[in-house]
């Protein structure tokens, strides 16, 4: 069933569809640009401060704060996502060299806005660590920003890397699952980190 839903997908031929729904979340978490939602993570964590400290068990700081303090903040946020995505990496790199699912062939018989497919030479499918990578961003998003329509986003990205070739569904379902792991693990170790964060935003900050 994985890899009749995944050929159905992967023999798409239309480009509208690429371009409007999985052009740029199949691209997004792939490589370098995944410095894109890492610098995102940056704004978000400095506009919605006071919901990941109120998320965490802080006080609030309101709005009187510098922008230099706001700007502190997105950067804890941003170490939080870099260290949650450090951590999956190396699972999902363990799994794959485990698993050794090879990925789809390229078709022929198709065409593409990018040739995604052609940069994963030599690497293997289960999981899909840019669909592991997507479940990061979203879920800590959702719990430590606020912001759970995040969530759309996912099955994009998930969609994208099978309609591009890349993978097969089973390959991002596992990924979402995997991501989401590693998502909670970084969201519920937050106070481990709160010593550095401190030292960053400044002492007075990360208050019970």
Not at 42 to 61: C, E, F, Q, S
Not at 116 to 137: H, I, N, W
Request: aromatic share 12%; hydrophobic share 45%.
């Amino acid at each position: 069933m994985d890899k009749s839903l995944s050929t159905k997908i992967q023999s798409n031929d239309n480009t509208l569809l690429e371009a409007l729904c999985f052009c740029m979340p199949a691209h997004l978490f792939n490589r370098l640009i995944i410095v894109v939602p890492m610098g995102l993570c940056i704004l978000m964590g400095a506009k919605n401060y006071d919901h990941m400290l109120t998320a965490n068990g802080y006080k609030p700081v309101g709005n009187s704060i510098t922008d230099d303090k706001k700007l502190a903040y997105g950067f804890c946020f941003f170490i939080l996502y870099g260290l949650s995505l450090l951590m999956m990496v190396c699972c999902t790199q363990i799994m794959k060299y485990t698993i050794k699912r090879e990925r789809p062939v390229r078709r022929s018989d198709t065409t593409r806005i990018s040739d995604l497919r052609g940069k994963e030479v030599g690497t293997y499918a289960m999981p899909s660590g840019d669909s592991s990578a997507a479940a990061v961003f979203c879920l800590l998003v959702a719990v430590e920003i606020g912001w759970p329509m995040i969530y759309v986003l996912m099955p994009l990205v998930m969609l994208g890397r099978v309609y591009y070739q890349c993978h097969w569904l089973g390959d991002t379902i596992v990924g979402l699952f995997v991501g989401s792991f590693w998502g909670l693990v970084g969201a519920s170790n937050f106070a481990f980190l709160v010593p550095f964060f401190r030292a960053l935003v400044g002492s007075e900050s990360f208050q019970d």
